[in-house]
């Protein structure tokens, strides 16, 4: 009899931690929920919510506050359910969120509170018009997004392959004490800035980093503040596109391209100006405190690159400013740094900018909301000397 109780005690406690699906459908069968709100209240720690779209797709109207550990899915692979309202996340100390394939059609997904570490993940989603905006409490994988008219805001994870289609909008990591000498990478975005102003190693790899026709002042392409004399950052295979100025600031040139105060790594990309309607040349500039510079590409007039000789001035524009692909013949094609770890996907020379190398522009892009593999880790460059070899790949469903 004892051994029985034993057994049914631990069946019972198995049991307890099972994930449960719970069900969101308009006009659903019994058991299922109307509302996505109902289905979080229902919930406890680590089920998932499956959300069919709505009927002639309408959204649900409803703010969500989130402040259990679910993961909100849609029950059609690519087919988004769509959200009228704004979408909350709760910080709690291992606590984890992961929502894929939901569409904002008005409102943001805030995540804020308190509680180091939680885990956020936002993943094949579609904002209208708000923001993805995570607090220094989160350690965020945004990933395979398009924001219309947002930004994406920040302090630990990482950004990849999202499109951010507004000019005056960026990807911002913003300073925290969560952890100190944290590591982000920004890998295959497109979007007009990005802006860091934490100590933290940053990675911006193979990222289309566009503006057309903004000429707001004090827009740098890419901006990091924190002052350090170490190489905090790798600036790798990236498109940069920006328009002239018409400002005659001495001091912050408009539109300029890098403004970094920390030491960088800056290789194998191409600087190119959108529009020729600006007067003054010295917008495409770069302001640095100290980088190891080669193989980059530039197609515009008094680019500034102190103390180097390795860049190369083209006559012609290698890219189409408006999409970032190479335009046939540049010497920028099969130009990126000959090394192995910098080719091509076909294992030719790497081409410089955004859709060269191993982490090229086309892994991410188009951004379907459907399922897909969105990173690979293994080493940068792979010998053939017999070692094992780690590879960890990282995807969503759904």
């Not at 008005?106 to 905006?133: E, F, K, R, S």
């Not at 982000?184 to 026709?213: E, H």
Request: hydrophobic share 35%.
């Amino acid at each position: 009899m004892k051994k029985n109780i034993v057994t049914f005690v631990l069946l019972v406690a198995t049991m307890k931690i099972w994930a449960i699906d719970r069900i969101v459908q308009e006009n659903g069968p019994t058991g299922t929920f109307s509302s996505i709100s109902a289905a979080i209240t229902a919930s406890v720690d680590g089920d998932r919510i499956i959300i069919h779209p709505k009927i002639g797709g309408n959204p649900y109207i409803e703010d969500l506050t989130i402040n259990k550990a679910l993961e909100f899915l849609s029950a059609e692979d690519g087919n988004r359910y769509k959200i009228q309202g704004n979408v909350t996340i709760a910080a709690a100390v291992n606590r984890k969120v992961t929502i894929i394939g939901a569409h904002l059609v008005a409102g943001n997904i805030i995540a804020n509170g308190t509680g180091w570490p939680t885990t956020l993940n936002v993943m094949g989603c579609l904002l209208n018009g708000g923001d993805i905006n995570a607090s220094n409490q989160f350690k965020a994988a945004i990933v395979s997004n398009i924001l219309e008219n947002g930004s994406i805001l920040l302090s630990h994870g990482n950004v990849i392959g999202n499109e951010l289609k507004t000019e005056t909008k960026s990807i911002f990591i913003s300073n925290s004490t969560s952890v100190s000498n944290d590591t982000m990478s920004i890998i295959g975005n497109k979007t007009p800035r990005i802006t860091c102003t934490s100590d933290i190693f940053l990675n911006i790899i193979n990222n289309f980093i566009a503006r057309v026709n903004s000429t707001t002042t004090n827009f740098f392409s890419i901006h990091y503040t924190f002052s350090s004399s170490l190489y905090k950052l790798k600036i790798i295979n990236n498109t940069i596109i920006t328009p002239r100025s018409n400002s005659t600031s001495t001091v912050f040139s408009d539109n300029t391209y890098l403004w970094l105060e920390s030491f960088a790594t800056i290789k194998n990309n191409i600087f190119q100006f959108s529009t020729p309607n600006g007067s003054v040349n010295r917008a495409n500039t770069f302001n640095v405190v100290g980088f190891s510079s080669s193989y980059n590409y530039y197609f515009t007039s008094n680019i500034r690159i102190a103390n180097t000789s390795t860049e190369v001035n083209l006559t012609d524009a290698p890219v189409t400013p408006t999409t970032g692909q190479l335009i046939t013949s540049t010497l920028a094609q099969n130009g990126a740094d000959p090394s192995f770890e910098f080719y091509d996907l076909d294992l030719t020379v790497g081409d410089a900018g955004c859709y060269g190398g191993s982490y090229s522009l086309n892994n991410y892009f188009p951004i379907t909301g459907s399922s897909r593999v969105y990173n690979i880790d293994m080493p940068f460059g792979i010998t053939t000397t017999g070692a094992p070899l780690e590879i960890k790949a990282d995807g969503f469903d759904r």
